[in-house]
């Protein structure tokens, strides 16, 4: 057989889609990661750390409150907007959660990130502002709020045990229940986007939000929602890291912003949005906790760790992340 | 054709309302800015006429030194604005721009020159980079610079891992003061005695560099065709594109600018505070001001309108209401509120435009 009939009799399920490339860059990055990392061990300290289940779970624990951001905001990226306010929506439910205590706690939390998500979506939606700017305004006012009801130092109110049980405890010793909460919000948003007409109202938004409006869809109210949700999941996180550090402090949020989109984006997911699968995401986040942790494993330092990282995205959206040239 | 049958009068009425209709479609583009100015003399006249020692060059000088960094960041966000790009790389730059002055802005004059013009080099470089990943590698500027910044700020913490250097002690009195001692420092203009210069010499020098940046570097960048082009990318690329116009120069010189500008604003932090740091969140707290200044002074997010010019008076909207912070009895942890309050208040008057659009689809873009 000559070769281009063999490319001919190619089926078509096994050629790479554009939605599909992403997601086999980023398993085979993560896969590559592990293979480095491993080798770094082996020839330094003889042993193999990585590869270790232990080891393995106990870096996606960690993962699971990126994870849950990101989940939240690749709905908003998806929309073609942006999230800005993340990091003191997730301060602000994990302070309230902590001060309201009791079994009210969880609620408190989720309806604190709830509220800060409807007022964004407020303003992006039916005032029009600018995602970009709107969420930046609401950060600094959430800030400014949580900065000045704690006085500018940590509460001295601790986490429940509900929120340390979900945070820290393992189902059996081994499994942790912070993944299971990661793996749940994984699957409502899986099912949101795939199986909702909220979902693929999402995606027409992002693609044409004038199409979508003339199609029937209430644009306004879908971007209303989905910002709700992804204020919603900051606040999830913002409880379980409480409980993972037993107690809210400021500042706890600020490291999970730029990651969450770094990791959504390395999914394959269209920073314009309209494009994008969750699969992607996933693989995004548990890439980026990988990379931090070979990087912590091999001592290096901030400067060389911000280098990496940089070169990292690029290198990733070189491969498949490349826009269209403008042709008129 | 139509001039030659209307009456001398008519034409003449005709002229003065096209004239009429055309000052008041200049005042109509100027909004944005004419209001954010309206704002900063109304919050600084406020904030001087409650200060103990109002009034007085000192105070003049002080304000003007605090507010030069935002103001160059300011502008050096615009430019990637106007093309409905985003740079988040701009503190970055900045951070790395001021740690290589608190390395090499020392010394003997010529040193101190080789040092300034390195600074510079440096970042309109990383700016180029910035363009060169978003023209050849076609990713999104948002991402990209999100990517190159952790870069740049990389090697800013190679040069400075702690806070520390120095750079020279009286060049850095000179252009954190009024234009006297910058003449008395340096021995010109008969010490700063010289009769035709006592009208100027209250004038803080930081003003003087920021009102030349603009006139040497911003205004003659607009009137050139890669200027020009800049705006045409921000109203439509496809149709930039369709005309001919140069879209890859164009992008490219609006990273570089922006690369510019936040390097000039890095220096000049070097020179006011002695040193260089290498501090992420201050990189990132520049980026996201630098974002909310260039909305306050008029510039759309969207691309197309704006001018650095009105970026530089949002930047002291911003640092006026951190001033009149400092004189009321407010406690300074309320500070970040009022200021978030302040950006809400001033983007959301702009969702009243909506209730004049006469079409509901003019709302998407």
């Known amino acids: ?44 300290q003889g042993s193999m750390p990585l590869l270790q289940p232990q080891y393995l779970l106990q870096q996606l624990q960690v993962g699971s409150f990126l994870g849950i951001v990101a989940a939240g905001l690749m709905l908003v990226i998806l929309l073609g907007h942006i999230d800005l306010s993340v990091p003191w929506t997730l301060t602000a439910a994990a302070m309230m959660a902590t001060a309201a205590g009791g079994a009210w706690a969880l609620p408190v939390g989720l309806g604190i990130g709830l509220l800060v998500g409807a ?21 600094a006012v959430m800030r400014g709020l949580m900065v000045a ?140 906790v990988l990379l931090n942790s070979v ?10 760790r911000q280098i990496i990282y940089g070169t990292v995205i690029i290198a990733m959206l070189l491969v498949y992340g490349r826009g269209n040239t403008v042709t008129g | 054709m139509s001039d030659a049958v209307l009456t001398r009068d008519a034409a003449e ?61 300011a502008m050096a966000q615009t430019v990637p604005v106007l ?17 290589i002055a608190s390395h090499l802005v020392n010394g003997t004059p010529s040193e101190i020159a080789l040092g300034i013009a390195t600074c510079i080099g440096v970042s309109a470089s990383c700016g180029f980079i910035n363009g060169c990943v978003v023209v050849y590698g076609r990713i999104q500027p948002i991402i990209a610079t999100l990517a190159t910044s ?17 750079v020279h002690e009286d060049l850095s009195w000179a252009l954190t003061n009024d234009v006297r001692e910058f003449a008395l420092t340096f021995g010109l203009f008969e010490n700063g005695e010289a009769a035709w210069l006592q009208p100027f010499a209250w004038v803080p020098v930081p003003l003087v560099l920021l009102g030349l940046i603009v006139v040497l570097i911003w205004v003659p960048f607009t009137r050139t065709v890669t200027g020009r082009t800049v705006y045409a990318i921000g109203s439509s690329e496809g149709a930039a594109y369709m005309s001919g116009l140069p879209i890859n120069r164009a992008k490219l010189a609006a990273f570089t600018m922006a690369g510019l500008f936040a390097g000039l604003g890095g220096l000049f932090l070097a020179l006011q505070t002695s040193s260089g740091n290498a501090d992420i969140p201050q990189a990132g707290a520049y980026t996201l001001n630098s974002i909310a200044a260039v909305v306050i002074g008029g510039t759309s997010l969207l691309g197309g309108t704006g001018s650095a010019i009105g970026s530089v008076i949002g930047a002291l909207v911003l640092r006026t209401i951190s001033f009149n912070f400092r004189i009321f009895d407010i406690a300074p942890l309320l500070q970040p509120l009022f200021e978030g309050l302040v950006l809400l208040a001033a983007v959301s008057l702009g969702g009243l435009k909506l209730l004049r659009l006469k079409n509901k689809l003019e709302v998407f873009r």
């Open chain 2, 150 to 166: 952790a870069i740049y700020m990389g090697f800013a913490l190679i040069l400075r891992p702690t806070p520390g250097g120095k």
């Open chain 1, 1 to 44: 057989m000559t070769r281009a009939a063999a490319t001919r009799n190619t089926p078509q399920a096994y050629r790479l889609g554009p939605d599909d490339k992403p997601v086999v860059f980023a398993a085979g990055f993560v896969l590559l990661i592990l293979i480095v990392g491993t080798g770094y061990t082996l020839f330094t």
């Open chain 1, 295 to 304: 990087l912590s494993i091999m001592q290096m330092p901030e400067a060389g």
């Open chain 2, 13 to 73: 009425a005709g002229d003065a309302a096209r004239r009429r209709g055309s000052l008041g479609l200049k005042l109509q583009q100027q909004a944005g800015i004419l209001g954010a100015l309206a704002l900063f003399i109304v919050l600084y006249l406020f904030y001087q006429a409650n200060h103990p020692r109002g009034f007085t060059g000192q105070i003049l000088i002080q304000n003007a030194n605090e507010a030069f960094a935002l103001a160059l960041i």
């Open chain 2, 83 to 99: 093309m409905a790009g985003l740079d988040l790389s701009v503190g970055a730059v900045m951070t790395l721009s001021g740690c």
């Open chain 1, 149 to 288: 009801h704690t006085g500018g130092f940590a509460p001295q109110t601790a986490a429940t045990d509900l929120m340390q049980y979900l945070a820290v405890a393992r189902i059996g010793g081994v499994i942790p229940v912070a993944l299971l909460v990661w793996l749940v919000v994984s699957i409502v948003v899986v099912v949101v986007l795939t199986r909702t007409i909220l979902g693929r109202a999402i995606y027409a938004i992002g693609n044409r939000e004038r199409a979508a409006y003339l199609s029937g869809i209430q644009t306004n109210r879908v971007i209303l929602v989905a910002f709700a949700l992804s204020g919603a999941m900051s606040g999830l996180a913002g409880v379980l890291l409480a409980g993972y550090s037993t107690k809210a402090y400021q500042g706890m949020g600020d490291a999970y912003l730029l990651p969450a989109i770094a990791a959504v984006v390395i999914g394959g997911t269209n920073i314009l949005g309209g494009r994008g699968r969750y699969l992607g995401t996933l693989l995004g986040v548990i890439l980026i």
């Open chain 1, 119 to 139: 007022i964004n979506g407020l303003g992006v939606a039916y005032l029009r502002v600018p995602s970009m700017i709107f969420t930046l305004g609401v950060n």
